[in-house]
Every structure is written in structure tokens, then in C-alpha cells.
């Protein structure tokens, strides 16, 4: 029996977390008690095992009572019994002093022990502090009192814990169930399209196909019926030639052909027939069938990329007329003499320059020393870029609270751009990539230069991912930190002189 208590967790409900009264077995081999598979309905929400989410009957009077579980969980829960009844018994016993034979009516605060008076004099508790029993008991209760306070409400906490972990399991189930849904039904409507218009263009076909045979088969009905009169003629021509009377040769064509000159009924035939060449042909849908399609499904694929519309506020950039396109149009020029600013190398030094401390900024050939500020942040945000600066910014119209959305952009063969949203954007400078979000710059090792980048913004995640839009390619996906809402589209370029080459908002 006493090996029983160590057994005992093997036997314990992962519901109740009691040892097993009338256990069951699920099909999936788990066990639990009856009343807690059959009656817990938070649980058992979903018909399904709490521990692998496989189904289960709905009904709990199917489920047969696992007998071995039963004995071995009764045999648990007497050995627990015999335990305790012996634990009381040797505690009745140990009440007097092994030593002294006395009643323990003083406890050891320094040893942590009951003693009895004789033992609190002794040389072995010299200078050891003491509380009567009873004192001591009272104080102990409260402390454990307290701490078994604690116990539940850690165990209440933990369980909640699991539950909300259950709940998210079930969730993601859902989720992933509904996800396939939505899968399922947008492949559904593209392959409806596809099978729609497959169909289409073979009728198409077939209509073609059924007009050019029955114009070859007219033409060819003419070039037998003529094949056939000339073998007519033929064999008529081969009986007179083989009269050998003259007389009666000349009267027998005349008799036959009357006033038929020989040069009429010869004539060649052949050149004034024509065989009808095949014109059978699907155009563009015989070369570039699956392009066509591709371009027609856009127009039925929804949601589609966002229309974005833009906006800037700088006298530099101008918008084109439908919008969607930003070119530079400088009003004044960098000049030798005007310096330009690196604006990350400032960010850098921002965050290495102590109050105290002076730093000299190389800009364009020349060397600005920064006076001692409270900061060298402070000092930067005094310098104010000169007429003819690189970067300027623009945002879309659109605006983005809520949901995900996806936009694509033409960069051209521009050496720097960003795009995103403010604060969160992914930046190119001379074929290297980094992405920014609140001013924390990631350098990226993607390589290569593609002309659209797509843009995919997941509000409720809060994620921005890019993509190499010529081939969809992830490029990267960043951990996006809100500031506010709503948001737009973000743009900046940089230019030198005015740019003919357009940064433009793809549109489907």
C-alpha cells in the first residue's frame, strides 16, 4: 500500500487533478473521470479530448468504466488513508519528549523544534529563543494560512492559464479551419473562371474549326467535280483519236461537240480553282494564352492591390495628374557650397555623443563643429537643410485603420527610395537594403534590384512585409511599431537634379 502514494499521480484526472473516480477511456487512450468528460462543458465544449483534441462520443453513457483504472485508483486512495492515519499515530506518540518523557509545551524558535521545559534549560538550547506551543502554533497557522492563500490563488491563476492556452488552442483550430475555407473558395472561383473561359475559347475553337472545313469541303467538292468532267472529256477525245477514217472522225467530234471550239473545251481548268489555306487560328490566345488570362483574371480577382492616391507638401516632388506617380522637380540645386547632410550618420552620432562633448560633421567637403549643447541631438535638430536638401516625403490620400492591405510600387531605376508607412518602411540606397521602424535600422542581405516592390500591411498582427513584386519573393517582414492611427502609405525619394523617372503606385 505504501507504494501505492507514489503512483498516485499516473492515477490523477488531468481535469480535476483528483485521483480517478469511475475513470473512462477515451478512443484516443486518454483517461479522466466520468463526471468530469460527461458534465465539464467548458471543456468539453467541443466534443473533442481536452489533452489531444480528437473527437469523442457526444454522448458519456457510451463510455465503458476502465475497471483496472478503478482498482488501481481505489488502492491509491486507501494507501493515502492507511498513510495519514499512521503519520497521526506517530505524532500521538512523539508528543512526549523522547529524552525527558515530558510534555513538548515549548517550541525552539532558533532550532525550529518542539521541547519540553527541562530541554529549554539545557546546554543544547543555550541562549536559543522560545514561544509556548500554542503561541507558536497560532502564528505558524497564520503564516500557513497565508501561504496556502497563496497555493490557490497561484493554482487559480495557472489554471486560468490553461484554460486561456485551451481556448487558444481551440481557436486556432477555428482559425485554421476558416483559413482553408477561404483557400478552398478563392482557388473554387478561380478555377470556375479558368474552367469558364477554357471552355469559351474551345467552343470558340471548335466554331473556327467546323467554319474552315466546311469551306475546304465546298472547295474541294468543286475541284472533284471539275477533276471529273476533265476525265469525261478525256476518255471521249481518246475514242474519237482512235477513228482512222477521216470522214467519219471529223463528223463523229462534230456530231458531239456542235459548234465547240477545241481552244473553249481545253481550256485549263486547274488555274481557275484555288485550295483554301488554313485559317484556323486563336490569335493571342495560341502564343500567350496563360498572359491574357492572367490579365483578364485581374479584373475579377478581389480584393485586388490598393488604388493608392498620392499627396506631398513639398515644392520639390511633383504628382502626376491621375496621381499615382511622384517625379522630382527640384526649384533650386545642390550647389558645391551647400552642404548636404547625412541624416543616418546624424541618428548615429545622436545616440554615441555625450552633453559634454564636441563632434565635427564632414558634409560635402566641409566641417561644421557642433558647440556644446545638452545634447548633440539638440544640435541637430537646429541644423535646417539648405535649399536644394535630398530626400522629400509624400504619403497617399488612403488611409489604414484597421485589416490588411496590400499595394505594389514601380521604384524604376531610382538609387534611393523608402516605402512604407511612417516610421516603418524598407529603404534602398545604391542597392542596399535596410528596414527602419522607429528609427531602428536592420541592414538586409537581399541583393538584386526589382523594379516593383509590394507592400503588405497586416493591421490586426501589426506586420509590414515586402516583396520583390517581378516574381513575389519575400524580401522581408517587419514587427511594425504604431505610433498612430490611421495610417498612410509612405514614400521619400532623393534626387539631385530633375528626374524624368517617375516612382509609380501600380494599378490592376
Not at 487512450?29 to 460527461?38: D, L, N, V, Y
Not at 513538548?104 to 529549554?120: A, D, E, N, R, Y
Not at 539648405?386 to 488612403?398: E, I, K, R, W, Y
Request: glycine share 4%; hydrophobic share 30%.
Amino acid at each position: 500500500m505504501a507504494t501505492s502514494g507514489l503512483y498516485s499521480e499516473h492515477l490523477t484526472c488531468s481535469i480535476c487533478r483528483s485521483i480517478f473516480t469511475d475513470p473512462v477511456t477515451l478512443i484516443c487512450g486518454h483517461s479522466f473521470c466520468r463526471h468530469c468528460i460527461t458534465d465539464d462543458h467548458s471543456v468539453n465544449k467541443g466534443q473533442q479530448c481536452p489533452l489531444c483534441w480528437r473527437a469523442i462520443p457526444a454522448e458519456g453513457t457510451c463510455l465503458q468504466t476502465n475497471h483496472i483504472l478503478k482498482d488501481l485508483s481505489e488502492k491509491a486512495k486507501e494507501g493515502k488513508k492507511m498513510m495519514k492515519t499512521r503519520m497521526h499515530e506517530k505524532a500521538e506518540v512523539t508528543e512526549l519528549c523522547p529524552e525527558h518523557k515530558e510534555k513538548l509545551k515549548m517550541f525552539c524558535v532558533t532550532g525550529q523544534q518542539l521541547v519540553c521545559t527541562t530541554c529549554s534549560d539545557g546546554e543544547k538550547h543555550e541562549g536559543h529563543k522560545f514561544t509556548p506551543v500554542k503561541e507558536a502554533a497560532a502564528l505558524l497557522r497564520k503564516k500557513l494560512e497565508k501561504f496556502g492563500q497563496r497555493i490557490a490563488d497561484d493554482i487559480n491563476a495557472t489554471e486560468r492559464l490553461a484554460n486561456t492556452q485551451m481556448q487558444g488552442m481551440a481557436n486556432t483550430v477555428d482559425k485554421a479551419q476558416q483559413l482553408r475555407t477561404q483557400v478552398s473558395r478563392q482557388f473554387r472561383e478561380m478555377h470556375h473562371f479558368l474552367r469558364r473561359r477554357e471552355d469559351e475559347i474551345k467552343n470558340d475553337l471548335k466554331h473556327k474549326e467546323e467554319n474552315d472545313l466546311e469551306e475546304m469541303s465546298d472547295t474541294l467538292n468543286t475541284i472533284e467535280t471539275v477533276m471529273s468532267e476533265s476525265r469525261v472529256l478525256e476518255a471521249m477525245v481518246a475514242s474519237v483519236l482512235e477513228i482512222t477514217d477521216s470522214e467519219r472522225f471529223i463528223k463523229s467530234w462534230t456530231e458531239n461537240n456542235g459548234e465547240v471550239t477545241p481552244e473553249h473545251l481545253f481550256r485549263p481548268r486547274a488555274s481557275e480553282l484555288q485550295v483554301v489555306n488554313a485559317s484556323l487560328s486563336l490569335g493571342p490566345y495560341e502564343s500567350h494564352l496563360q498572359f491574357f488570362m492572367w490579365k483578364e483574371m485581374l479584373q475579377v480577382v478581389q480584393p485586388r492591390a490598393e488604388l493608392l492616391s498620392l499627396k506631398t507638401n513639398s515644392t520639390n516632388i511633383t504628382i502626376s495628374d491621375d496621381r499615382r506617380s511622384l517625379i522630382s522637380t527640384p526649384k533650386s540645386t545642390p550647389t558645391q557650397s551647400s552642404p548636404i547632410f547625412d541624416h543616418d550618420l546624424i541618428n548615429r552620432l545622436c545616440q554615441t555623443m555625450t552633453p559634454s562633448s564636441f563632434c565635427t560633421i564632414r558634409a560635402k567637403g566641409q566641417n561644421m563643429t557642433a558647440p556644446s549643447f545638452g545634447s548633440f541631438r539638440e544640435f541637430a535638430q537646429t541644423l535646417t537643410p539648405p535649399s536644394g536638401a535630398l530626400t522629400n516625403h509624400a504619403s497617399s490620400v488612403n488611409e489604414f485603420s484597421s485589416g490588411q492591405y496590400y499595394w505594389e510600387i514601380d521604384v524604376g531605376h531610382r538609387h534611393y527610395w523608402e516605402l512604407g508607412i511612417k516610421d516603418n518602411f524598407l529603404k534602398c540606397n545604391d542597392r542596399k537594403y535596410s528596414t527602419c521602424s522607429l528609427n531602428v535600422i536592420t541592414e538586409l542581405s537581399f541583393t538584386g534590384r526589382p523594379r516593383k516592390i509590394g507592400i503588405y500591411l497586416d493591421l490586426s498582427s501589426k506586420k509590414l512585409t515586402f516583396y520583390n513584386a517581378d516574381n513575389m519573393s519575400l524580401i522581408y517582414t517587419l514587427s511594425c511599431r504604431v505610433t498612430s492611427s490611421p495610417l498612410s502609405a509612405h514614400f521619400n525619394i532623393r534626387y539631385r537634379t530633375p528626374d524624368p523617372n517617375p516612382m509609380t503606385v501600380c494599378w490592376y
